[in-house]
């Protein structure tokens, strides 16, 4: 295994501020919208879904907008990462793996992410290449900064339509990470026990894969 690449929601960063903001913005009590999160993910839907479950018509990008124009947009800092992020990164890059942070988000949320500096060779986004997981796509540009061949790459991500499915059709190996909302929910799936690689509980556990 030469390259791991992250995806960031609940694999690196913590969406408990994300959420709350979006709560915050829409005037709904911060439970509602959890609960709401709960429904999109045992209906397979993704945050999007929970947002229109407030409002229908949202156009989630317009508000989006609005919300950065009203000085409310998107923060990132040290403690919206998981504690494993650092070590298990950082130990990965001294056993000579390339490292890559490539997850659905906006050019503001890869601004936030490298600001923090994280142990990683290169750190993108959706945004930044204008396509988003699940597309196919994503998966090329993936493959083209992961300086390696598809079997020596390892996608690594909590939720099935978007990290583990899409990640396997493009012949990279996939793990699965039981953490957040859609890992947890997930994790025991038949379908997701079939095709993913390998199933970890913390980013600490990928050390251990770099020989097999």
């Known amino acids: 295994m030469e390259t791991i690449v992250f995806d960031v929601g609940e694999t690196l960063t913590k969406d408990d501020r994300y959420w709350a903001a ?8 911060r439970h509602t919208l959890s609960a709401l999160v709960g429904a999109a993910v045992a209906q397979g839907g993704d945050g999007a879904d929970a947002l229109r479950f407030v409002s229908p018509d949202m156009d989630i990008a317009s508000a989006y907008h609005a919300r950065e124009t009203a000085g409310r947009g998107e923060h990132l800092s040290e403690a919206d990462l998981y504690a494993d992020v650092r070590p298990a990164l950082g130990g990965l890059q001294k056993l000579g793996v390339r490292v890559v942070v490539a997850g659905n988000g906006t050019p503001r949320a890869a601004e936030l992410l490298r600001d923090l500096d994280l ?75 079939d095709a993913v690689d390998w199933r970890i509980e913390s980013l600490t556990a990928l050390a251990g894969l770099i020989d097999h």
């Open 119 to 193: 142990p990683a060779d290169l750190v993108v986004t959706s945004g930044d290449w204008g396509v988003a997981k699940p597309d196919p796509a994503f998966f090329t540009r993936v493959l083209e900064v992961a300086q390696a061949g598809p079997q020596e790459t390892l996608y690594v991500g909590d939720h099935p339509a978007h990290d583990v499915f899409p990640a396997k059709r493009a012949g990279l190996l996939a793990a699965h990470i039981r953490r957040g909302p859609w890992g947890h929910f997930w994790a025991n799936d038949p379908a997701v026990a």
């Open 22 to 29: 979006w709560a915050d913005w829409l005037q709904v009590p």
